[in-house]
């Protein structure tokens, strides 16, 4: 009886792990995060530390911000794939253009580089 008892429970487990690891992602329940990365540069391409980049959620106008590095570098990740956004950085007065990510791209990484070359307007 043991043995019969032992041989059912063995049994049990191996389909209750074949089931579980069987079983895929539904379709759609991918990962629904990206991110946005790259470099502040100036008029030479020189990377620029300490600029503010700006990233804006186009649906609820929220605004985030990132220090670049010593390298120029920043990073904003764990971004809703289902919604717009709008990047640019500053330092000392001066811009760069404003870039847009679209929802329509699909991409899960985008890789930027933001040139400040234009004196920021007063607004």
Do not use: C
């Amino acid at each position: 009886m043991n043995l019969r008892r032992t041989l059912g429970l063995v049994a049990i487990v191996a389909v209750a792990a074949t089931i579980l690891f069987a079983q895929e992602k539904p379709k759609g329940k991918e990962s629904e995060l990206r991110t946005v990365r790259g470099t502040v540069v100036d008029k030479e391409e020189t990377p620029v530390e300490t600029a503010v980049v700006y990233l804006k959620n186009a649906h609820t106008q929220d605004i985030i911000t990132h220090l670049s590095d010593t390298d120029g570098t920043f990073r904003f990740s764990g971004l809703d794939l289902n919604v717009d956004y709008e990047i640019h950085a500053e330092k000392e007065g001066m811009t760069s253009s404003t870039r847009s990510i679209s929802n329509f791209d699909t991409r899960k990484e985008f890789v930027l580089t933001l040139k400040l070359d234009r004196k920021k307007s007063g607004k």
